[in-house]
């Protein structure tokens, strides 16, 4: 992956219902620590989603669709659910 697009439509969005900023999807995507851990999407589609940490330490799930093997496009970005940030602790280590 080496592009990620982020419509202005959804830069909005995630910054008013979610306080998530769109440098924040791109630590999590570019983290040189570590790699976010990226699944399959429960909602089908070819979603997926990548849960992983920012420099500052918050935990972020980011639903996104692959439009080719260098670029994704992002739906959305929230803060981990309980269970989410479970899965990602014990699949992180």
């Known amino acids: 992956m080496r592009y990620i697009n982020i419509s202005d439509d959804v830069a909005l969005h995630i910054l008013k219902e979610h ?5 924040e999807v791109f630590e999590v995507f570019f ?3 570590q790699e976010p851990l990226k699944k399959r ?5 070819g979603r997926y989603l990548a ?3 920012t420099q ?4 972020l799930t980011i639903a996104f669709e692959r ?3 260098e670029t994704i496009e992002v739906i959305t970005a929230r803060n981990m659910q309980g269970y ?5 602790r014990r ?3």
């Open 41 to 45: 999407s429960p909602r089908g589609g």
């Open 56 to 59: 500052a330490g918050r935990y």
């Open 84 to 88: 989410e940030r479970r899965w990602y």
């Open 19 to 23: 306080d998530v900023t769109v440098e």
């Open 31 to 33: 983290n040189p620590d």
């Open 51 to 53: 849960l992983g940490q």
């Open 67 to 69: 439009k080719n093997h």
């Open 91 to 93: 699949r992180g280590k």
